[in-house]
């Protein structure tokens, strides 16, 4: 299979390269080139089948003959090991035709890991076979800080560097990413805030001579693999519940756009999706862009779901791409006017975009009685990020469509809002109870991008 850019300018890649080299030379964002189409037959055929095995079979086109069939198998295989659910994304019912598919079983109780765990493992196969190692850097407010570093722990060809915002993660994330001792991963706690963090990976990538000695490379959530490896759970729960026979919604707990695009690809794969809701907190740039086509961000507030507060939402140029009809100018030129203030979608762009997606928004006050109204009606405890997507979903769902709603957080990864809501603090899985007795390893750095680039040099070396 092919990949080609979303500005249309960037060479064409195969999975592999597309995979290492996560953002396009042109500055846009890869994806197939043509979908595969499944049918009723193929659809159906993976009902009762294991996760493990619906995952090959939906990602196998994907992948071209980067792997074999037997290391693709393999590779899922480990991915997927550390999962503390045998059926890695279970499906919870709430209400009658409103179902919770719990994302949250992985290593870091959220539904990165889904993605992280798979593409460590592809980014070992892939150095091992080439004698390669690559530097990843990565900025994080928290969840996927820790995926990366729990999927990428004692692998041989990678150096992992996580940037925080020092006090500004909760406990839970933050011993997430300095108790693994393994000497290939590294949490930075940086004096500054989210965007310092992310500004100084971008200050990275852009120092070519850097970027080229430590041989960098990212796992953000545009790269094409995280995306692939969502649209496997919507598929088996889609099949849980009834299809190719039955169509299904999905509702998103949304902000880099990522986890609901995997959805909308799913969809296009002939998947019976009915609607696709983007469900955002106060931060609802997404909201409003699919109500008036105006895309114009305005500034982060602060939110008890803190993944989702965003203002540029990066995997939202890949659902663009296809509104426009594959026009890579299109897209390109939305992108640079995004970087003077905003831009508009035209007309045609934003009706094929609501023939797919809903949206609205939840206010926090509004999260949090969806969190003890939920408790009280099915005793599932919700994470705040599961919360305004439930909310969602309770207020938009058609009520002879199965609705399924994306719970992408374990609660005891946000237990002040979580007790602040209900009362009671959610507690961590027993598997992982011993958190808070293991030694941490904290390394405060400045923000200042000659002393970490010289700490990353340093960490390397040893
Ligand atoms: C990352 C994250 C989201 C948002 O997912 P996107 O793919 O960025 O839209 C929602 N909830 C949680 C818990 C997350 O960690």
Not at 257 to 284: C, H, K, W
Not at 413 to 421: G, H, L, M, R, S
Request: proline share 5%; with cysteine; net charge negative.
């Amino acid at each position: 299979m092919k990949y080609i850019s979303t500005r249309g300018k960037a060479p064409v890649l195969n999975f592999e390269e597309a995979m290492l080299t996560g953002l396009a030379r042109d500055g846009g964002l890869y994806l197939p080139e043509t979908l595969p189409q499944w049918s009723k037959d193929d659809i159906a055929a993976l009902s009762g089948l294991g996760y493990e095995e619906a995952a090959y079979r939906i990602m196998r086109p994907f992948i071209g003959d980067a792997f074999t069939d037997a290391e693709l198998q393999d590779i899922i295989a480990r991915a997927y090991a550390g999962f503390g659910h045998a059926a890695r994304a279970p499906l919870v019912q709430l209400d009658s035709n409103h179902f919770l598919l719990e994302l949250f079983h992985g290593p870091t109780l959220a539904f990165k890991d889904f993605a992280m765990q798979l593409i460590g493992q592809l980014f070992e196969a892939a150095l091992k076979r080439s004698g390669q190692r690559v530097t990843i850097v990565g900025a994080t407010s928290g969840d996927t800080g820790s995926a990366a570093i729990e999927a990428f722990r004692g692998l041989d060809a990678v150096d992992v560097f996580i940037l925080y915002p020092h006090g500004r993660v909760s406990e839970v994330q933050r011993r997430q990413m300095t108790t693994p001792s393994e000497n290939n991963v590294h949490a930075l706690a940086i004096d500054g805030h989210f965007d310092d963090a992310q500004a100084r990976v971008k200050d990275m990538f852009n120092d070519f001579a850097f970027r080229d000695e430590v041989r960098l490379a990212g796992v953000n959530s545009i790269n094409w693999a995280r995306v692939l490896a969502q649209v496997v759970y919507y598929f088996t729960s889609a099949v849980s519940l009834g299809a190719p026979h039955r169509k299904v919604s999905f509702t998103v707990p949304t902000g880099n756009f990522g986890d609901v695009f995997a959805g909308y690809i799913a969809r296009s794969m002939a998947l019976p999706i009915d609607r696709l809701v983007v469900a955002t907190n106060q931060n609802d740039i997404l909201h409003r862009c699919l109500g008036t086509g105006e895309y114009r961000p305005d500034g982060v507030i602060p939110s008890i779901s803190p993944s989702m507060d965003i203002q540029v939402s990066s995997n939202f140029e890949r659902a663009l791409f296809y509104a426009y009809g594959q026009d890579g100018a299109a897209v390109a030129q939305s992108m640079d006017a995004l970087k003077e203030g905003g831009f508009t979608v035209s007309q045609g762009a934003l009706q094929a975009l609501r023939e797919v997606f809903d949206s609205a928004r939840t206010s926090e006050d509004e999260t949090r009685r969806a969190i003890g109204r939920t408790y009280a009606q099915t005793g599932e405890v919700l994470c705040p990020h599961s919360a305004v997507a439930v909310d969602v979903a309770t207020r938009l769902r058609d009520q002879a469509t199965p609705m399924i709603t994306l719970a992408t957080a374990h609660p005891a990864k946000f237990p002040d809002a979580v007790e602040e809501a209900m009362g009671q603090r959610p507690e961590l899985p027993p598997r992982m109870a011993d958190l808070f007795d293991l030694p941490e390893r904290i390394s405060r750095v400045d923000n200042d991008l000659p002393a970490i680039e010289t700490l990353i040099r340093e960490r390397i070396a040893k």
